[in-house]
């Protein structure tokens, strides 16, 4: 049984940082695609952020890349997404997800979802 359990969110002012985690269970790590979406309130759920486990590859949303890095950690099996510089529209629930399509960026190519975590961000 696959889980992914999603931590670190928070309340944060803008041009602050977070470091969000997603420990998994239950993947067969060789194949993943570990992602990151939001979810703003009254917004659909966005792409944010994509590591591959087994080389480390990472591929981003615009509206994020220099400010946000995903990592993984396989000891842990735990994957980072450690945010810089936060706006307030970076407000909204994030979620971590897995499948095993690269490069896939659409919420139908990740096949399991944490169960999300809210970020903040006040001006």
């Known amino acids: 049984q696959v889980q992914l359990v999603e931590s670190g969110g928070g309340l944060v002012q803008a041009g602050g940082s977070l470091r969000l985690s997603c420990a998994a269970s239950g993947l067969t790590f060789s194949r993943a695609v570990m992602g990151w979406f939001r979810q703003a309130p009254g917004k659909e759920r966005e792409f944010v952020a994509a590591v591959i486990w087994t080389t480390g590859g990472t591929y981003y949303a615009d509206s994020v890349k220099g400010r946000f890095t995903s990592s993984r950690d396989n000891a842990k099996n735990t994957v980072y997404l450690q945010m810089n510089s936060l706006k307030p529209e970076d407000t909204a629930v994030y979620y971590c997800?897995?499948?095993?399509?690269?490069?896939?960026?659409?919420?139908?190519?990740?096949?399991?979802w944490g169960q999300g975590t809210q970020v903040t961000v006040s001006s």
């Open positions: 997800a897995a499948g095993s399509v690269y490069g896939a960026v659409r919420e139908d190519d990740y096949n399991y």
